[in-house]
């Protein structure tokens, strides 16, 4: 017996943000939980663009691959996890992880590109609070 899965009920089931754009960079799909990570409801977030949860200071680095990828479709990313800094609607700084794939539509051209988002804030801090504490560990080594 073959059990069929509700692709939407999974979509909003997921613990992960699932963020999607359209080849013009405009958000088609926006989940559950990608509202409760940037605080925008789905309402808002649909049909904006990116730069409600990316730094002022990224963004065009952020357009130039994006615009890339799409002209191309072609990611680097296809299979990695990338680490970058984000904002959520209140303005808070925050660090994601995220893994992109691409989605293409029938003629073979790029048509949307979707992310599957995670909060690493705390695991960013901590890392760097561990980092901070080694370097001043390796240097009273070295002075004693």
């Known amino acids: 017996m073959q059990h069929s ?10 613990a992960d943000a699932v963020v999607a754009c359209d080849a013009k960079g405009a958000i088609v799909v926006w989940n559950a939980a990608a509202e409760r990570l940037f605080g925008y409801t ?11 949860i990316i730094p002022e200071r990224l963004r065009a680095r952020h357009w130039e691959g994006y615009d890339k990828t799409m ?12 680490r970058v800094p984000a ?8 660090s994601i ?10 003629d073979g ?3 949307t590109i979707v992310s599957v988002i995670r909060d690493e804030t705390q695991r960013f801090a901590d890392e760097r609070a561990l980092k ?13």
């Open 132 to 144: 901070k504490r080694i370097a001043e560990l390796e240097a009273a080594a070295k002075g004693a």
């Open 42 to 52: 789905r309402a808002e977030a649909m049909g904006q663009s990116l730069d409600l």
């Open 109 to 111: 051209k790029p048509g």
């Open 71 to 82: 002209a191309t479709g072609h990611t680097k990313y296809g299979h990695d996890t990338l």
């Open 87 to 94: 904002v959520d609607k209140s303005g808070r700084a925050m």
């Open 5 to 14: 899965i509700d692709p939407a009920a999974l979509l909003e089931a997921l």
């Open 97 to 106: 992880a995220f893994t992109v794939a691409m989605l293409f539509k029938d």
